[in-house]
């Protein structure tokens, strides 16, 4: 089936419940990392504002959150930029406001940060208040330091050190987010096992991936290639973008040694999605599910964004002081936005062996052209069916454990007495 009639066939229906990444303090950020594509957004809106989000908009933010979202519990998720910089009095607002509409459905609080503001004050009111806590840190101080640096290009290591020391000595809960780039990619087992050892039970990575500006985009005053568009000269990478052939080793080799070790122990966003995967779930990242468009980003101002990585005019699709953000999310423009992941998807992909694992993953990233020549390509395409197709004996060998009413772990002890290539023919 081609892209075309792979466009008409998909329906992007409209979900009970959505996520927002809220950004209250828009673009602005403490550090100036020399890899992130969201800095230069702040050429996108009214510097008037201050780039802090008001009490109006935070106010129907939270009472919208409530009206719009269908389940039992509202997921609040923060981010930047960087979040503490709006202050604790802005939190705390946002809590209280919570309070008032919650009216007995649950409200959980996730907060992204690059941890170089917390203090004991900061810990005080995020373990009070059950905040969930993701610290961005890229491994070792070797390989964080080489692109996460402040405005005055001094490194930041230490002090995102401190902080997590502040999130322990308050028991936040928190986990790590950890940018794959050039550097990292290529000392896997030192970055996990870093990780590990500082006290991260669950792992999120994120391969880098960015692409050089054409001068259209230049001439926009952005530093950072738009979203792929075809016939797009955008294509080039920047020096710090992770190559495919490196995160695919990357995922491969931190794999072999959890599958062996930290089943059941230590939590990899990735292995655990798979595994779901696997076992004939929905797909727990959007990255990997056939159509999109059910997670937004929130502006300080209240414009709302098909998606983080489309902060860009063409993707406004409205603002949450004029319509709310259940039928901006459920509305035609976000659901043909979310059709669209699978509609242009290439024959190359819709033929892969393991396409009902990675359906061609974030549209940001297909900027490449395929074997046969087609464009819309993912540029992570190898390093996906690297990992997918090595991890399937595995994940095959655990979603039949899952479904003897079986600890997924016990393949620990399985795989001490096979090989890894093994793992289908392990009596169950």
């Not at 969201?38 to 129907?60: G, H, I, N, P, Q």
Request: aromatic share 10%; glycine share 10%; hydrophobic share 40%.
């Amino acid at each position: 089936m081609g892209c075309e009639a792979g466009r008409a066939a998909v329906i992007n229906t409209a979900p009970d419940s959505f996520h927002v990444m809220a950004k209250p303090s828009g673009a602005i950020c403490n550090l100036d990392c020399q890899y992130c594509f969201y800095l230069d957004k702040e050429s996108l809106f009214d510097r008037s504002s201050r780039f802090r989000m008001s009490d109006e908009v935070l106010a129907a933010y939270v009472r919208q959150q409530f009206e719009s979202q269908r389940g039992a519990e509202v997921v609040f998720a923060w981010q930047g930029g960087e979040p503490t910089l709006m202050g604790l009095e802005f939190f705390e607002r946002a809590v209280g406001l919570q309070r008032q509409h919650a009216r007995g459905r649950t409200v959980q609080n996730a907060f992204q940060t690059n941890g170089v503001l917390l203090d004991d004050a900061w810990g005080e009111f995020l373990g009070r208040e059950n905040f969930l806590v993701g610290l961005s840190i890229d491994g070792p101080a070797e390989w964080h330091d080489r692109y996460r640096v402040d405005k005055a290009g001094k490194p930041t290591f230490e002090r995102v050190r401190r902080g997590l020391e502040v999130l322990k000595k308050h028991g936040v809960e928190f986990n790590t987010l950890t940018v794959v780039h050039r550097e990292n990619a290529r000392h896997p087992l030192e970055v996990y096992r870093f990780l590990k050892e500082i006290g991260s039970g669950f792992l999120q990575f994120v391969p880098l991936v960015e692409r050089l500006p054409g001068e259209a985009t230049r001439a926009r005053g952005l530093t950072h290639a738009l979203p792929p568009r075809p016939g797009s000269d955008e294509t080039r990478v920047t020096e710090w973008s992770v190559s495919a052939a490196d995160y695919g080793e990357f995922l491969v080799t931190i794999f072999d040694e959890w599958v062996r070790k930290d089943v059941g122990k230590t939590f990899v966003q990735l292995f655990d999605v798979t595994l779901g995967i696997w076992l004939g779930l929905p797909a727990g990242l959007c990255l990997f599910r056939e159509t999109c468009g059910d997670g937004v980003a929130l502006e300080h101002n209240g414009d709302v964004f098909s998606c983080d990585h489309f902060v860009y005019p063409e993707y406004r699709i409205g603002n949450l002081l004029n319509t709310s953000l259940g039928d901006l999310v459920r509305g035609p423009q976000q659901r043909a936005f979310g059709a669209a992941k699978a509609g242009t998807l290439p024959e190359y992909c819709r033929k892969c062996d393991v396409r009902f694992a990675c359906n061609g993953e974030c549209p940001k990233n297909r900027f490449i052209t395929t074997p046969d020549g087609m464009p819309g390509l993912n540029y992570l395409c190898s390093a996906y069916q690297r990992f997918f197709r090595h991890a399937g004996p595995a994940m095959n060998t655990m979603a039949r454990l899952i479904r003897a009413r079986r600890a997924p772990a016990e393949i620990m002890t399985l795989a001490s007495a096979h090989g890894k290539d093994e793992f289908h023919l392990v009596p169950i």
